[in-house]
């Protein structure tokens, strides 16, 4: 077993799991970032089945190889997506391949470390649109509260597979009532293109068959095409009246407090967050944040003590 974990300038690992990719940072002693990079995304819901297992363990490999080529950490803050408080496997993994101590390696929520990349306990609220989206508020008693992150399947309003999604849905309904019809259509074109092709069967495969962070990126697709397309547009306006709904369900539960909003989904046209901003009342600030998570792990890795609990009350 390495000890290096006890050694004082050992960096700390920061990684920021998402469905799309997994980013990860090194942050030496004082909170600079010294090393930084991107592998594969995972979600902590993956460890349901032994090929989604197997991929996570890949990845974190790939990861600790990564790593390993700069420094050993010190201790290791981890947020992932989908994580609901049941870490052992994955800790256990990571150190093992880091060459550490499993009580060295904290994990959590992929969504606390974003909260508090942007705000201290009880200062605000974050609204991140990712592959999926949710609403996060952590009080001032370290408490995690939510408004969404139901997942893809239930809601995840706003977020980047949402928004592929009603792309898809409203392409196929159209074909439904006027067959061809996606050749006039800017979207469609895009995201045909996108798919691989015009056939049914290849939106079916895509959608059904796809990982959901591969899902999500299609929105990139839509996007491009909504300075052409008033679908496209009007889906973009959607995802920030989504966005906003969030950022409201927290104002009405704990009252007014700056909202600050994330993720790539959100960076994918002006029109969502000025549509969101629309939304929420003239009292109620809004932020737009290149924030980033992977950095602010790496500097919670650094302080013992710091964390986010690895107990929240997260599901998928």
Not at 126 to 145: C, E, M, P, R
Not at 252 to 281: K, Q, S, Y
Request: proline share 4%; net charge negative; charged share 20%.
């Amino acid at each position: 077993m390495h000890t290096d974990h006890h050694i004082t300038d050992a960096p700390g690992l920061g990684i920021d799991a998402g469905g799309t990719e997994t980013r990860w940072a090194l942050a030496a002693p004082g909170g600079r970032i010294v090393a930084e990079g991107v592998v594969g995304g995972l979600s902590a819901l993956q460890m349901a089945t032994e090929s989604g297992r197997a991929a996570v363990r890949a990845t974190f490999a790939a990861l600790a190889q990564a790593v390993l080529a700069h420094a050993r950490p010190a201790h290791v803050q981890a947020g992932l997506t989908g994580f609901g408080g049941d870490g052992a496997q994955l800790a256990a993994w990571l150190a093992e391949l880091l060459g550490m101590a499993p009580g060295a390696v904290t994990l959590c929520n992929d969504i606390e470390i974003a909260y508090r990349a942007s705000f201290a306990p009880g200062e605000g609220y974050l609204v991140y649109a990712g592959t999926g989206s949710i609403g996060a508020f952590i009080d001032l008693d370290g408490q995690f509260h939510r408004a969404g992150g139901r997942g893809v399947v239930l809601d995840d309003g706003g977020g980047g597979f949402w928004i592929a999604r009603e792309a898809l849905r409203q392409i196929w309904r159209k074909e439904d009532e006027d067959p061809g019809a996606w050749r006039a259509s800017p979207m469609a074109h895009a995201v045909f293109d996108h798919i691989g092709g015009a056939d049914w069967a290849l939106s079916r495969q895509f959608i059904y068959g796809g990982e959901r962070g591969a899902v999500g990126r299609l929105a990139l697709a839509v996007a491009a095409s909504a300075e052409r397309d008033p679908a496209a547009a009007a889906i973009l306006r959607e995802a920030g009246r989504e966005l906003a709904r969030l950022a409201l369900a927290l104002v009405n539960r704990f009252g007014e407090r700056p909202v600050a909003l994330a993720g790539r989904a959100a960076e994918l046209h002006p029109v969502i967050v000025d549509t969101m901003r629309a939304a929420l009342p003239a009292s109620v600030s809004l932020s737009q944040t290149g924030l980033r998570s992977h950095h602010a792990a790496a500097r919670l890795a650094l302080g013992a003590g710091a964390a986010p609990s690895t107990h929240s009350q997260e599901p998928p």
